[in-house]
């Protein structure tokens, strides 16, 4: 593999008759003939792009490290233009090889494969994968109709995911327009040229930083700043700027013109999408203009953003979630209200007299529920016949028929043959009229709600109250 620049090859100064220019011409061979050169495709600040084929006859794209600030190709190698050039060129190839290095990393469709990087000629090349077809620019130009609104919605999604991809695994493109996304035979469109190491060049070498790193009507205002961050939000206007001249035929007004219309409290040039172009989805046109605000701290922050924004399918998604977290931190701060209810602030125990007054309402409320179970017990003791007088008779039905619980199935008390017979008051006393059978059943349902409603009392005043209820309903029952 070919040395860097020598001591000699750097600080030559060639000729203007030695070369016809900074590129190299057609059959020139790299790497010990690994590739050969084709035709010139394109050249820019930092570097210069050749059509190629490899070894096996496969096309391939070549792209030299030339940095035209400070260097000038002197026949096939690279010279620098001053002796001071040195240091800062030595740092612009670290940075061109470190690119290459974390491209070739990336494997996806819709962006261009790096798979060899090379010195040769004094400068850095890497080799990457010949995608066949035409940039977006020269579709519009000649193939304007190929792009409808349904195509340009595909390659939108497409160009999201990918550049996604790029930003997680912590790369920046830097360089997004038409003429940087070429529309494979697939139809599918892929992300070339990666501009990820311009901005440390540009920053690393007072000479570079000079060097037009911007493209107007795709760059934002913060590219033209020495002191601008460069984030993923950058690379989402630029995108944005990008789909722009897809759907209205021309990019958006220049960012730094906008940037000094709002300085100035004027308004902005630029017209938002929504809302005069049709044939679009509102949300879909509503991402672009968020993504094409001035400052960065306006636009969407993510692809994975724009692409929750314009997917109906996610953006359904992302509002359930959104709804359910809300719904957690509703619970969350009722269930903090109940339990710090009684907590005053500033007073770790707690507000003493309002604890002492809920006490005391509670201790009232037990009190009426059991005057409230003497007076039910009184009011069933009067309408029922409590005699202990026991007899079955032939209309009794067991539990199981009459629907009532096994309460029915209580034994009544037994006497004992010692026990000495009680008085009997009912002989002296005047007779009462015997309470309906509907009467006395409606009374039983009562008691039994009772139960249920008010509690379970003592043990021993339940048995007996019980026992004396069901004694006196068999006999009333046995009589009619």
Not at 24 to 34: E, N, Y
Not at 89 to 104: G, H, I, S
Not at 148 to 169: C, D, G, K, P, Q
Not at 290 to 318: G, N, Q
């Amino acid at each position: 593999m070919a040395s860097g620049l020598t001591g000699e090859a750097r600080h030559q100064i060639s000729d203007p008759d030695e070369s016809a220019g900074d590129d190299l011409p057609a059959g020139t061979t790299l790497c010990f003939g690994q590739y050969e050169i084709l035709e010139y495709l394109n050249s820019g600040g930092f570097g210069i792009t050749y059509l190629a084929l490899d070894s096996l006859g496969r096309k391939v794209v070549i792209k030299e490290c030339f940095p035209a600030a400070m260097c000038r190709r002197s026949g096939r190698q690279v010279s620098l233009r001053a002796a001071g050039y040195d240091l800062d060129f030595d740092r612009v190839v670290e940075l061109f090889e470190r690119e290459a290095r974390a491209l070739a990393q990336l494997e996806h469709p819709s962006i261009v494969g790096v798979h060899h990087i090379f010195k040769d000629n004094g400068t850095a090349y890497m080799a990457l994968d010949f995608v066949e077809g035409l940039d977006l620019l020269r579709v519009l130009e000649e193939t304007p109709r190929r792009l409808s609104a349904i195509e340009i919605r595909r390659i939108t999604f497409l160009l999201l995911h990918a550049l996604s991809y790029v930003h997680r695994n912590g790369i920046l493109h830097r360089d997004i327009s038409p003429d940087n996304i070429l529309l494979g035979q697939d139809g599918n469109p892929v992300l070339i040229d990666f501009g990820a190491a311009r901005e440390d060049a540009t920053r690393a070498s007072r000479i570079l930083s000079r060097v037009q790193t911007v493209k107007d009507g795709y760059s934002p205002q913060e590219f033209y700043l020495a002191s601008g961050s460069q984030e993923v939000p950058s690379d989402l206007y630029a995108l944005a700027a990008t789909i722009h001249h897809l759907i209205t035929g021309a990019p958006p007004p220049n960012s730094t013109v906008r940037l000094s219309a709002v300085a100035e409290n004027q308004a902005d040039p630029y017209v938002p999408l929504e809302g005069r172009v049709s044939g679009y989805d509102q949300h879909f046109l509503r991402a672009i203009d968020r993504c094409l605000s001035v400052f960065s701290r306006d636009r969407l922050k993510s692809a994975e953003a724009w692409l929750d924004m314009i997917d109906e399918t996610r953006r359904r998604k992302a509002l359930a979630e959104k709804a359910k977290a809300d719904q957690d931190l509703e619970r969350t701060i009722s269930q903090l209200i109940v339990q710090n209810r009684d907590v005053k602030p500033g007073c770790p125990g707690g507000d003493d007299r309002q604890r002492a007054e809920r006490e005391a309402a509670e201790a009232a409320a037990a009190e009426a529920k059991r005057a409230a179970e003497r007076e039910y017990w009184a009011i069933l003791n009067e309408d029922c016949d409590l005699s202990d007088d026991y007899d079955f008779t032939e209309d009794y039905q067991p539990a199981e028929e009459s629907g009532l619980t096994a309460v029915y199935e209580v034994e009544p008390p037994q006497r004992t043959a010692s026990a000495a017979p009680e008085p009997d008051h009912a002989a002296h006393a005047p007779a009462r009229p015997r309470p309906s059978r509907a009467k006395r059943r409606v009374s039983a349902l009562v008691m039994l709600w009772g139960l249920m409603m008010v509690g379970p009392l003592d043990d021993w005043l339940a048995s007996a109250q019980l026992d004396r209820v069901v004694a006196s309903m068999q006999q009333t029952e046995g009589t009619h």
